[in-house]
């Protein structure tokens, strides 16, 4: 089953810093990528997605994310985040094909710290 | 204009009771779905409706969960004889045609 690995659970930085948060999946047919925020207390929702074409994806606040289909990979970068970067993010991919339910990795808890 | 809206938005309800969500999608939203997430971990699929087309049901986990949609409005998620490892927070999204949007989910906690 097509799976979705988020390998840091929990982030700590500084204001300032750059951050990188992974994401891997394991289908290998073609996929579509999301990478969703839920700032606390506020509904999840969507940074930027990947469907074809640029692997550089750019979202919204300053985030981006770039799509390696070798590594089968969808990370997200920030250059420098902010406090009110604080928040969970969650990856997820979409199988190509009819269905249009996502499969979503286990989240990174980001705490930026002023 | 008015987003995915859920009710409620908080249940308590005791071991062997039967539970009713309610999701409210995006006006004109064709497609529908229902996620849990537990905590700790990621946001599990349960069921995905398209309009009128037979839901996709591959993660429902049991029998005692089942969802209906009428048209490409309201939906209800149903949980039978809950039981204590149901507690969790269930999302719902609509999406037209591939963003979900989604609704601020209900938490339901089976004591």
């Known amino acids: 089953a097509q799976s979705v690995s988020q390998h840091n659970h929990h982030v700590i930085l500084s204001e300032a810093a750059s951050l990188e948060l992974g994401c891997n999946y394991s289908?290998?047919?073609?996929?579509?990528l999301f990478w969703y925020v839920q700032y606390p207390g506020q509904h999840l929702q969507l940074l930027l997605k990947?469907?074809?074409?640029?692997?550089l994806v750019k979202g919204i606040k300053g985030f981006e994310a770039e799509f390696i289909k070798s590594k089968f990979s969808f990370n997200l970068r920030k250059p420098s985040v902010q406090w009110s970067d604080t928040a969970e993010y969650f990856c997820?991919?979409?199988?190509?094909?009819?269905?249009?339910?996502?499969?979503f990795g286990t989240g990174t808890l980001l705490a930026v710290q002023p | 204009g008015a987003g995915v809206s859920q009710s409620p938005s908080n249940k308590v309800t005791e071991k062997g009771k039967d539970v009713e969500l309610r999701c409210d999608p995006i006006s004109g939203h064709t497609a529908l779905y229902w996620y849990r997430q537990r905590l700790g971990q990621g946001l599990e699929f349960l069921i995905y409706?398209?309009?009128?087309?037979?839901?996709?049901k591959s993660g429902l986990p049991s029998d005692r969960f089942s969802a209906e949609r009428t048209g490409e409005s309201v939906s209800t998620l149903t949980i039978q004889r809950t039981q204590q490892e149901d507690s969790a927070v269930y999302l719902c999204?609509?999406?037209?045609?591939?963003?979900?949007?989604f609704g601020p989910g209900t938490r339901l906690t089976v004591l």
């Open positions: 990947y469907f074809s074409g640029d692997p």
């Open positions: 409706f398209q309009g009128n087309s037979a839901p996709d």
């Open positions: 999204a609509s999406s037209f045609p591939y963003e979900q949007f």
């Open positions: 289908y290998g047919g073609t996929v579509n």
């Open positions: 997820a991919v979409k199988e190509g094909g009819a269905t249009n339910k996502l499969i």
